[in-house]
Every structure is written in C-alpha cells, then in structure tokens.
C-alpha cells in the first residue's frame, strides 16, 4: 500500500525554523516528481516547492525563495522542506504530495494534479 507521512511540524517563533519530512512507502521515490503545498485557514492550498525526480531541480513559491529548501534522500524514500526565517504568513497544515510525470513548475499551481497526499503536519509561527 502507499503513503505518504509527514512528520516534524509544530510551533515556532518568527525567525525559527523547523524541517519537515515526508516518508514514502510502497513507491520508490525515484520513481515520482515530490512537492510540498500548504492550506492556511480559509485559504486554497497552495503550492510551496517542488522536485524532479529525474535530475534534483526544483521550484519555488516567490513568498518562500530564500528561506525554504526541498530535497530528497533516496536511501531513506524520504523527501525534507527546510523552512527557515519563518513567518507567521507561514502558518499553514503542510501536506506532501507525489505526481508521476508531473511538470514542477506547473503542478505547483495546480494542486488538484497530485496523484498522492499526505495527511499533513501543522506549522505554526507566532511569539
């Protein structure tokens, strides 16, 4: 069966950071294009980073360029985002999400793409 947990959400002050991760089982990671998108209360989710599986390039939201880093460990089946200088804008239930094929720089705008969601993993950042 597959899926997708994320772990290593939680609460952060402004300027801290906090890395979340997302554990694949029952795929194989080089398999899959990852990303990583986010619903804040009353908002659409929106796309936050995305990596190809086939050469490691990735994309990012204008909002977090900078700050947030998207990678992947193979030997692991597990794929991080590194969020630094949070915000509390960053306030957020991050999910983890695999599409096969997918073309990062666009799937990010269309959430509804994905073929495989994590349950997500809540960040919040307040003082």
């Known amino acids: 069966q597959v899926h997708l947990v994320e772990s290593g959400g939680g609460l952060v002050q402004p300027g801290g950071s906090l890395r979340l991760s997302c554990a694949a089982s029952?795929?194989?990671?080089?398999?899959?294009?990852f990303a990583w998108f986010r619903q804040a209360p009353g908002k659409e989710r929106e796309g936050v980073s995305a990596?190809?599986?086939?050469?490691?390039?990735?994309v990012y939201a204008d909002s977090v360029k900078g700050r947030f880093t998207i990678s992947r460990d193979s030997a692991k089946n597990t794929v991080y985002l590194q969020m630094d200088s949070l915000k509390p804008e960053d306030t957020a239930v991050y999910y983890c999400?695999?599409?096969?094929?997918?073309?990062?720089?666009?799937?990010?705008?269309?959430?509804?793409?994905?073929?495989?969601w994590g349950q997500g993993a809540q960040v919040t950042v307040s003082s």
């Open positions: 999400a695999a599409g096969a094929g997918l073309l990062i720089r666009l799937w990010v705008s269309y959430p509804s793409w994905t073929e495989l």
């Open positions: 029952g795929l194989n990671l080089e398999n899959y294009n």
């Open positions: 990596i190809k599986s086939s050469d490691g390039s990735t």
